[in-house]
C-alpha cells in the first residue's frame, strides 16, 4: 500500500530486529495494513524500503531526545521493540529497557502522540508456575533483572496513560520466532503473521486506560488468558501444534523463572 498525507504513521524502535523486522515484511506487514512505517533503531537495516523512513538513535543516550521527537512529529503511533531482549547485567538492562522506555513514552508525550504499544514480556510473570494463568491484573512476579525492566516498562506505561493520556498498550509477548524449537515453544510461541496481527490491534483497538494484554498464537498447548489482547480485536490464526512432530523434548523447569539466569548482575 502506497502511503499518502492521510496514512497514519507509526515509529517502530528497534525496527532493525527481529520482531521489527516481521513487523516490517512486504508481504503481509503492518505497511500492507495501512500503516506508514518510520523506523528507528541504534543499527540500521540494510534494507529501508522506499516507502520507509529511518532514523539512526541510541535510546540509552540522552542525546537521543532530539531524533526521538523528529522521527515522532506528527506520527499517530509508536510500537517500542528497542532493547535488550532477554537477561543480562542490571546496569545494561536499566539503561537500555527503563531508561530507554522512559525516553520513549516521554518523547510520544511531547509530540502529541496518540498510542504506544510497549514490547513487554512473559518475563514479568514468570515465576508464576508453568500452566498457571495470570491474570492481566494479577500481581506481577517477574523472573529475571530482564522480567524487572518489563514490569517497569508496563508500569512507566500506565503512569503515561492515567496522567498524561497517552493510550499505552503492553504487549507480554511469548516466544516470537519462526517457528518454536522446543515442546515449551508449542505453549508460548507467537508467530510473524500473528505478531503483525497483534500488534496492528494493539495500535487500533478500543482502550480505557492501560491495557496490558499477552500475546501468543492459537497454540493448543497455550494456557495464557488471551482476553484483554481480544478485546483490542486480536485473533489469531496460527497454532505452534503444527511444528509438534518436529520439536526437541524440553525438560523445562516447572516455573520458568528458573531458567533465567544472570551470569553477573553487576557487570
Ligand atoms: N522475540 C521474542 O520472543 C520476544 C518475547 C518477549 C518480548 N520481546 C521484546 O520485544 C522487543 C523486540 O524483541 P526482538 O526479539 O525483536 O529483539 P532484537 O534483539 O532482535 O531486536 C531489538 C532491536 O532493538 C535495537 N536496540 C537495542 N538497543 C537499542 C538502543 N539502545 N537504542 C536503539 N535501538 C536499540 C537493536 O539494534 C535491535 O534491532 C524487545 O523489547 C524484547 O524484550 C521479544
Redesign the pocket.
Known amino acids: 500500500m502506497t502511503p499518502t498525507d492521510a496514512t497514519p504513521a507509526v515509529v517502530l524502535?528497534?525496527a532493525?530486529?527481529?520482531?521489527?523486522t516481521y513487523l516490517r515484511r512486504t508481504d503481509g506487514g503492518l505497511a500492507a495494513r495501512g500503516w506508514g512505517l518510520r523506523l528507528l533503531?541504534?543499527?540500521e537495516p540494510d534494507d529501508v524500503g522506499p516507502e520507509e523512513t529511518f532514523t539512526l538513535?541510541?535510546?540509552?543516550e540522552e542525546e537521543s531526545r532530539d531524533a526521538l521527537e523528529t522521527a515522532m512529529a506528527g506520527a499517530d503511533a509508536v510500537v517500542h521493540?528497542?532493547?535488550?531482549?532477554s537477561e543480562d547485567s542490571w546496569t545494561r538492562l536499566r539503561r537500555?529497557n527503563v531508561d530507554?522506555t522512559f525516553r520513549v513514552l516521554e518523547a510520544a508525550r511531547r509530540t502529541g502522540v496518540r498510542r504506544v504499544v510497549l514490547?513487554s514480556?512473559?518475563h514479568a510473570v514468570g515465576y508464576y508456575p508453568l500452566g498457571e494463568v495470570a491474570r492481566v491484573d494479577d500481581t506481577p512476579r517477574p523472573d529475571s533483572f530482564y522480567g524487572v525492566t518489563k514490569v517497569a516498562g508496563e508500569a512507566l506505561g500506565s503512569l503515561y496513560a492515567d496522567k498524561y493520556g497517552v493510550e499505552v498498550v503492553s504487549l507480554r509477548?511469548?516466544?516470537?520466532?519462526d517457528r518454536p524449537r522446543t515442546t515449551f515453544d508449542l505453549g508460548i510461541w507467537l508467530s510473524p503473521a500473528d505478531v503483525v496481527r497483534l500488534v496492528d490491534a494493539a495500535l487500533r483497538g478500543p482502550v480505557d486506560g492501560p491495557v496490558v494484554a499477552y500475546g501468543v498464537s492459537a497454540n493448543t498447548r497455550g494456557w495464557w488468558d488471551l482476553t484483554s489482547a481480544r478485546d483490542l480485536g486480536y485473533d489469531p490464526q496460527d497454532d505452534g501444534e503444527v511444528f509438534a512432530d518436529d520439536v526437541e523434548a524440553y525438560d523445562w523447569p516447572d516455573v520458568l523463572g528458573h531458567g533465567m539466569v544472570a551470569t553477573d548482575p553487576l557487570a
Open positions: 524502535s528497534g532493525a530486529g527481529r520482531i521489527g533503531d541504534a543499527a538513535a541510541d535510546i540509552t521493540l528497542a532493547g535488550i531482549p537500555a530507554g514490547a514480556s512473559n509477548i511469548g516466544m516470537c520466532a
